[in-house]
């Protein structure tokens, strides 16, 4: 079965420059979620999108933008990166009024900030 | 505010052996979704179970089987006659449908399991 593809899978940036991630929903799929993974952490929520509007969000710095286009795919833009943001970038799809909402992830972007 | 708690922070076990994870969860809610995860080494997040807080029947699920308890707030998960590929960090995870669609989840710290041969 199709799953969600997230690319690039590895990402290295400099301090200051800017990312753009993209997650691509398993099909049929129409609600999108972000979540950061710091070494040793838990997933923490960033962000989710339903039918391309701002569902919720969660502790995403002012720095990152998020949208969700017409295909469902979605990007995460991160800009003036800093040291602390080198993680692990999951994107999660799940289908609206599916039973208990349950969101499946993608192989996730590691990122890291020099 | 949701939260998840999960107090064994690694287990060792042989192969072959029982394994039964702990959760804790606190929400005021009335309705919400338990979900466990597992990560491998490799770093993908991979759905295993669900639960809503309706239904406190407990399962099996070939090696895996949960046991939800509302009057603890526990959400225990055990792995039978476990394998080494079962060697992961497994997440337990709390869904509230506070909005119509894109509900977070929260998740406990992990525990980080490890069968050896």
């Known amino acids: 079965a199709a799953g969600v593809i997230q690319s690039p899978r590895h990402l290295i940036k400099e301090k200051r420059e800017t990312a753009t991630l993209k997650c691509y929903p398993i099909?049929?799929?129409?609600?999108v979620y972000w979540y950061q993974q710091g070494p040793g952490q838990d997933p923490q929520f960033l962000i989710s999108?339903?039918?391309?509007?701002?569902?919720d969000k969660g502790s995403i710095p002012d720095r990152f933008s998020a949208q969700q286009f017409s295909d469902y795919h979605s990007e995460l833009n991160m800009s003036s990166l800093e040291l602390g943001d080198s993680a692990l970038y999951f994107c999660?799809?799940?289908?609206?009024?599916?039973?208990?909402?349950?969101?499946?992830f993608g192989p996730g972007t590691r990122l890291l900030v020099l | 505010a949701q939260k998840v708690t999960q107090a064994q922070t690694e287990i060792s076990v042989v192969e072959k052996e029982d394994v039964t994870l702990d959760c804790v969860y606190e929400?005021?809610?009335?309705?919400?979704?338990l979900f466990w995860y597992k990560q491998p080494p490799s770093g993908e997040l991979v759905f295993l179970i669900r639960r809503n807080s309706f239904d406190e029947q407990n399962e099996i699920s070939g090696r895996y089987s949960w046991n939800f308890q509302k009057s603890t707030s526990s959400f225990n998960f055990t792995i039978t006659a476990s394998q080494v590929v079962d060697s992961a960090v497994y997440f337990c995870a709390l869904s509230v449908p506070i909005k119509a669609a894109g509900n977070k989840l929260t998740f406990g710290g992990g525990t980080r399991v490890l069968v050896k041969p």
């Open positions: 999108f339903y039918e391309k509007m701002q569902s």
């Open positions: 099909p049929r799929h129409d609600t």
């Open positions: 929400t005021r809610d009335t309705t919400y979704y």
């Open positions: 999660a799809s799940s289908l609206y009024r599916e039973i208990q909402e349950t969101q499946y």
